[in-house]
């Protein structure tokens, strides 16, 4: 039964039709109806102490952005004067590394976006060449501390659950460093030549930065379109925008109405939309009509700069018509409130006070009108509004900014307070004086009573769907055990046997395989959920410690080097920096030999298998 509600999650874990979360609890709601587990032990994961101290990381990271602490260090790289690729490559990977050991990988990524593109404006090397590097050197510089990325406090948590000591603060430190300082070489070697150069979305005002948008406008009255048809109109010429379908309204003044169908006379290419209005795709000869809705796709630079010289309009949301209306780009964060839901649900401008003029998405061409596409992770969406709407949304934690929002305030007063909190913290949880669960949230407190973080803020700056993901898969590990289904070890002694008697290395290896297999189409905590209760009874069964299982285990859910869904990060570079699928198997499959490598010499080095 276990085994089979496994193989259920994994699946809908990689086909990403139902969110993670949410298989997660499902999961969990199964192990407590079929009975695998009793409502306390399913319940367990939500008063963890990895839990806690996972929401508390999001905080405290939360206060060093707030103070404008992490900002600080983002300028020191423009500040360094370097302008070549492979420089630019090595301070962005130091500089996210350091950032990630102490704060959470995405916060440590939207930092630094906007000062790669500020760099790369500046240098004229491509952005494109620098947001891999940034989105996998902070997954490998989570790996140096037990609080750099939930995957090292769950391996941590799964030794403490099997009876053994848990990992302290620095334990990740010599295998992290080593696994860094191999992807570092990596880049500066090889994986820099490999990271392809791509149009991102880049600034409003440069032509070649917003390509692949897709937009709407209209046909006003006294367009010169009217009457003329699309090879007349020539719009790829004069705007650089294709026609993608046009969309009409029914007309009884031309003897159109749904019950005529008047659509059909497009054949396949042509639908009825529902709300009074019909589509078809356009041929050379389709003549357009006054109040025709064109959905257009290319740089629409010159359509808002110009309005479209009069032949076509955007439409704006009523009070969006001042003349002091900013464009700027911002694409989803992973965690958005907006995802799943279509643009017109959103509500952009009743809720944020912009209006989203275009949509830009990686891997498909859209049929849809915009205000019916449903967002995505990865999502880049052009907006429009007034200077103090786009400065609220730009500090929105729904959304990331990719270019020209206001900066969001930072309170540069306490930056030191913030400093010291986080330092304190580190240290306690370091020395050993006070559980690492009761630091981080002491730490907390500190950053609330100090005014680093409002109470206000504080709650926003926990991506929730990561914490019931985590908290609903932790009782995963009791419902293995051999108190319960056993599945762990019989899972483990399978692998044992394949692996051959008394072969502990090549045991670790296919460890490292599996969970860098899993880890490239789920989340790296789950994966460690489910692959580290394995690991440590495969180290029982051949009779070695189980910390260097644990630890590779650890290190290989951060190895989502080969997918863009691997991991948040890459996701967000993937959807701004407009790459492909293929460049993520090009330049991170490479990396995740050399990381699987790396690991199968280190672990035991530093963890003797006695």
């Known amino acids: 039964m276990l085994l089979a509600l496994l193989l259920g999650a994994l699946v809908l874990f990689a086909s990403e039709k139902v969110r993670a979360d949410l298989v997660a609890l499902g999961l969990l709601l199964a192990l407590m109806l079929t009975g695998i587990v009793n409502t306390t032990e399913g319940f367990s994961g939500f008063a963890s102490p990895a839990v806690i101290t996972v929401v508390c990381m999001f905080i405290l990271s939360g206060g060093l952005v707030r103070t404008g602490v992490a900002d600080e260090m983002a300028g ?38 906007p000062t790669i593109f500020a760099i790369a404006q500046r240098t004229g090397v491509p952005v494109t060449k620098l947001l891999i590097p940034l989105s996998f050197g902070s997954l490998l510089g989570g790996l140096s501390t037990l609080v750099g990325t939930p995957p090292n406090l769950l391996a941590s948590e799964a030794l403490m659950r099997a009876g053994y000591q848990p990992f302290r603060m620095f334990d990740f430190l010599p295998t992290g460093l080593a696994v860094f300082l191999c992807g570092f070489i990596y880049f500066l070697v090889i994986g820099s030549r490999l990271v392809p150069v791509r149009t991102p979305a880049g600034n409003p005002d440069d032509s070649a930065g917003m390509r692949h948008y897709v937009t709407e406008a209209i046909v006003p009255r006294g367009s010169a379109l009217v009457g003329r048809s699309q090879e007349q109109a020539r719009l790829r010429e004069t705007l650089g925008v294709a026609v993608l379908r046009i969309h009409r309204q029914y007309d009884a003044t031309r003897n159109e109405s749904p019950t005529d169908r008047p659509w059909l006379r497009y ?36 359509l808002l ?57 990686n891997g498909r061409q859209e049929d849809e009108r915009i205000n019916q596409l449903r967002l995505e992770t990865g999502d880049v969406l052009l907006v429009r509004g007034p200077s103090s709407a786009l400065a609220e949304l730009g500090h929105n934690p729904d959304f990331l900014v990719v270019n020209r929002l206001d900066r969001s305030p930072r309170d540069h007063r306490r930056r030191w307070a913030a400093i010291a909190i986080m330092a304190a913290t580190v240290l306690a949880a370091a020395s050993g004086v006070v559980h690492i669960s009761v ?31 985590i908290a609903a898969l932790m009782p995963l590990s009791v419902a293995m055990d051999a108190e319960h289904t056993g599945a762990a070890q019989w899972i483990a002694e399978a692998l ?12 670790m290896l296919m460890v490292i395989a599996l969970t860098i ?31 260097g299982f644990a630890m590779a285990v650890a290190i290989a859910a ?50 003797p298998m006695r």
């Open 496 to 507: 044992v046997s394949l692996a051959g008697s008394g072969s502990a290395y090549i045991a």
């Open 558 to 607: 951060s190895t989502a080097f080969i997918t863009p869904v691997g991991h948040q990060a890459n996701m967000l570079v993937y959807g701004v920096g407009n790459y492909r699928f293929n460049d993520f198997v090009k330049v991170g499959g490479p990396l995740s030999l050399l990381v699987l490598i790396t690991t199968l010499l280190v672990v035991p080095w530093v963890w």
């Open 439 to 469: 630091a981080a949230l002491a730490g907390v407190l500190a950053m609330v009573g100090s005014g680093c973080m409002p109470m206000r803020d504080m709650y926003a700056q926990v991506d929730w769907r990561v914490i019931f993901m």
């Open 76 to 113: 020191w790289v423009i500040a360094s004067g370097v302008r070549g690729t492979l420089g630019l490559t090595a301070i962005v990977m130091l500089l996210v590394g350091t950032m990630s050991s102490f704060m959470n990988n995405i916060a440590a990524v939207t930092i630094l976006m």
């Open 305 to 361: 700069q110009k309005q479209g010289r009069g032949l076509l309009e955007i439409p704006e949301a009523e009070g969006q018509r001042d003349e002091r209306q900013l464009i700027g780009e911002v694409a989803l964060s992973p965690g958005s409130r907006s995802l799943g839901i279509s643009v017109a649900e959103a509500d952009f401008p009743a809720r944020y006070g912009v209006t989203v003029l275009g949509l830009r998405r």
């Open 517 to 547: 297999a899993l880890t490239q189409v789920m989340s790296n905590a789950a994966c460690v959920v489910l692959v580290a209760p394995i690991a440590i009874q495969m180290a029982e069964g051949l009779g070695v410690a189980p910390q």
């Open 267 to 302: 054949g396949r290419y042509g639908r009825d939309e529902g709300d009074g209005s019909y589509s078809f795709l356009p041929w050379p000869e389709a003549v357009f009509l006054e109040g025709d809705h064109l959905q257009l796709e290319g740089d629409p630079s010159a």
